[in-house]
């Protein structure tokens, strides 16, 4: 099984941008916590990051070739993208939405996502464990299935 982690804007400032909301640790920190979990669950996970919509876009693309699911932080595209969320529609793999604050306790656009709806799931306030959920959900998925 391989997962892509997909990270989009500003997540790379994560440790040093708003610690009192997105916490204190960085996207390295992060993704060695998820290598750890895969490692320890016999999976593989690759990790993407990228500040540009285009480049996320592809990364979903691609990732229907060799990807199991896909747990994807859109960051501030979650509210503005309808281009991730054809990508979204138009792959066949699973994708879990996962945010680290929670977004329903904060400015009122950050609750509205245009790719909620595309996707299989969205876990969001729990921090980096947020991605960690979305991991065994995927997980999940794609073992339930026939």
């Known amino acids: 099984m391989k997962i892509l982690i997909l990270h989009g ?3 790379n400032l994560l440790g040093t941008r708003e610690t009192d909301i997105y916490g204190k640790l960085s996207l390295v920190d992060i993704n060695l ?6 490692k320890n669950n016999n999976f593989e996970i ?8 285009g480049e996320l876009v592809n990364a979903l693309q691609e990732a229907q070739s060799w990807a199991t699911g896909v747990v994807f932080n859109p960051a501030g595209y ?24 929670n977004v329903y306790g904060r400015e009122e656009f950050r609750q509205k996502s245009l790719l909620s709806g595309q996707c ?18 995927i997980i999940e998925l794609r073992t339930k299935q026939p």
């Open 46 to 53: 690759k990790f993407i990051q990228s500040n540009i919509e």
């Open 78 to 101: 979650t509210h503005t993208s309808v281009a991730l969320r054809d990508a979204i529609t138009a792959i066949e793999i699973p994708v879990i939405e996962v945010h680290l604050s």
């Open 33 to 38: 916590n998820l290598e750890e979990y895969a």
């Open 120 to 137: 299989a799931g969205k876990i969001t306030g729990f921090g980096w464990r947020s991605y960690l959920y979305g991991l065994m959900e």
């Open 9 to 11: 804007p500003n997540l």
